[in-house]
């Protein structure tokens, strides 16, 4: 696929990094401000991808319909930024397989549906800030994933078309979005994997590892 992508494209929760720990202590300290105890961080994995949603669905039980999501999700984003980077990592083999990329003088660069005031801080505290060859965030577009609105905008920073990208990702709507722009696609099956089976998914590959992401670098 080397060949074939002359820019990688990656999702980040879920993809790049596991942030799933630090969302997870975020959405515990809300229930902690509801006089609940917390959750194991375990419970809160499948939907990291989600935000907000996803995370006081699980912590509360709360829709962004519930008259008390909104103050409910201020106060998460807020712990969430004030400890962005307490437990987040890069997957195992994810640093390496940059560098390979690097190497292959491919660029490389994150779309992800994360606001960008978290989105910036986050790929600078990990130490990605200035490799990544394009940074789009979910309000960097007014429609984000599953729209294609946000790749488009990636190919249009590297001056590329889709068919010449490839984007990587852990849920469903990144893959959408990827067919919708007419890019390649692969399913990250290490990653959050929301509900929905990843081999149901219309991904143009399927991998269970960043191995087995390297393999479809080198082929």
């Known amino acids: 696929m080397s060949g074939i992508a002359q820019a990688w494209l990656f999702d980040l929760d879920g993809t790049l990094a596991d942030t799933a720990p630090d969302l997870g202590h975020a959405a515990n300290q809300v229930r902690a401000e509801c006089g609940l105890r917390p959750l194991p961080l375990a ?14 669905g699980v912590a509360l039980g709360m829709t962004p319909e519930h008259p008390d999501y909104a103050p409910h999700r201020d106060s998460f984003l807020a712990h969430y930024r004030s400890q962005l980077a307490l437990h987040t990592r890069l997957f195992p083999g994810i640093a390496e397989f940059l560098l390979a990329l690097e190497l292959k ?11 960008a005031w978290l989105t910036h801080p986050l790929m600078e505290a990990l130490g990605l800030g200035t490799r990544a060859a394009c940074i789009i965030s979910g309000d960097s577009t007014p429609n984000p994933k599953p729209a294609p609105d946000s790749l488009f905008l990636a190919c249009s920073q590297l001056h590329l078309k889709p068919a010449d990208c490839v984007y990587v990702g852990d849920d469903l709507r990144d893959i959408d979005a990827a067919r919708a722009a007419g890019m390649p696609s692969i399913a990250a099956g290490w990653g959050y994997l929301g509900d929905t089976r ?12 960043v191995a087995d992401l390297r393999t479809l670098l080198d082929a």
């Open 43 to 56: 419970d809160y994995r499948s939907v990291a991808s989600s935000g907000a949603r996803g995370l006081l």
């Open 105 to 115: 003088h491919l660029r490389w660069g994150v779309v992800t549906n994360k606001a």
């Open 198 to 209: 990843i081999q149901d998914w219309p991904a143009n590959h399927v991998v269970a590892s």
